[in-house]
């Protein structure tokens, strides 16, 4: 009797198994295709083009020269962006980009910059001396660039003060210009820099470090501190005022780093997270119109929030072949005004400017895509706060504050419109789960199906008095066929 239950336990318990794995199977695959979709798409390298005709900045003797490294494979867009906006914005400064080589490189969500300078040239246009800072964002991993901007920072930017924004701690690190030293850097990432770097000193809740001739700061806008402390070291605290003024900074903490709190995963960011890479990311793109002086934080504003939750894709789109900012960075889009079409969700018109005079071309193309029109930044003010109201209500608040810790964004005004849950990647993956049980039904269905017809097709075939078919008796001897 207890062995009959034993089996019958059993098999309740290997039914709900293969439920289980039906529920989650479809879901599971789903997941892996977005994830890594979403994951090559981040720094896709830009189309094979020549590069634009487009010569450097000039270059002033007298004032002190920044380097905004970015790697061949590319780097994060706001690391980029944000301090070189907010160093260029002063005018006290020679604010370069550069790179081992001068090609179009990918910044983080498809956005295509062309270097100011290569390193070759940088060391010429100033004599052979190093930069008096360089910045260093996060890029992404891979081997060739690495090595060449490791041994760069090691040879050359050693020599003046260094900046590593985010996770450019990795490469700062590993050129051993933070061995015993303290520093800071993301705090999603810290607990792996730990590993790889125990010889420095790493501490959470800071939003930046001043040692000497390096300064660390936390993540992503936790770098307009850290640009601030440069130009307050190099031009003073009036012009590092006056700078976070001009951007919208209201968070400027003069000499000294403001509070931040030590940042972890929550069960519920977790969720949020999970759900937008596996069940939204690959079926949301938002086209971002470059248009002709637009500010480079501006830009930041709104590549950077989609693709660091991973909640969307974003394509730059332009109508002319280059794009210059305004501080005279060159970027090339990835598609043309003209050929939009409803492959993308909505039409994004980052810049103050834009939003002041719109172009008529870009809300046809907008009407002819039969898309939403957005200019985020019709009023002053910091350019991440309308990006983050507006993401909070066309996706959901969660996904908008989540995005604001991972910005490491003190506050934002996220408004109250707007989902309380992101539902639509979780019904998705409500949907996904219910396609993966009525599969499994439908096998069960059809196996029992087949079966009962192969039991009954071997039951015709029997005669009545139990002797097989095919013309022999039980005994093997042949039967007299009528």
Known sequence: MRKKQGARVLRILGRGLVVLVA??????????????????????????????????PAHAPGKPTVAVVVGNAGSNVADTLVPYDVLASTGRFNVYTVAPERRPVPLLGGLDLVPDLDFAQLSTRLGGRAPDVTVVPEMPSDEDSDRRVI?????????GLVLSVCTGARLAADAGL????????????LSGLQDAHPAVHWRRGVRYIDDG???????????????????????????????ARTVGWRHYSPGAPARMPESRLSPSNAIVHLLNLGFRSNNSTLGVVLTGGVGELELASIFSPYAEVKAARTVAIASTATVRSRHGLTFVPRRRLADVGDDVDRLMVPGTTAAASPDPAIAAAARRAGVPLEYPHRRPGFAFDPVLSSMARTFDRPTARWTRKILEYPAADLGTSGSSWPWTPTLRLVLFGLVGVVALAIVRITARLIMTGSLRSRSADRPADGTPSGGRDSLGEDKEMP
């Open 213 to 243: 001739n390096v300064i660390t700061t936390g993540g992503l806008l936790s770098s307009v501190d850290g640009t601030l402390r440069v130009i307050e070291r190099l031009a003073g605290t009036d012009t590092a005022a006056a700078a």
């Open 23 to 56: 529920l989650f199977l479809v879901p599971g695959v789903e997941f892996l295709i977005s994830s890594r979709g979403f994951a090559s798409y981040r720094y896709a390298p830009p189309p094979a083009r020549q590069l634009p005709a487009v010569a450097p």
């Open 151 to 159: 041994g760069w920072l090691r040879s050359t930017a050693s020599r």
């Open 178 to 189: 933070l061995d015993g030293r303290e520093a800071t850097t993301h705090w999603y990432r």
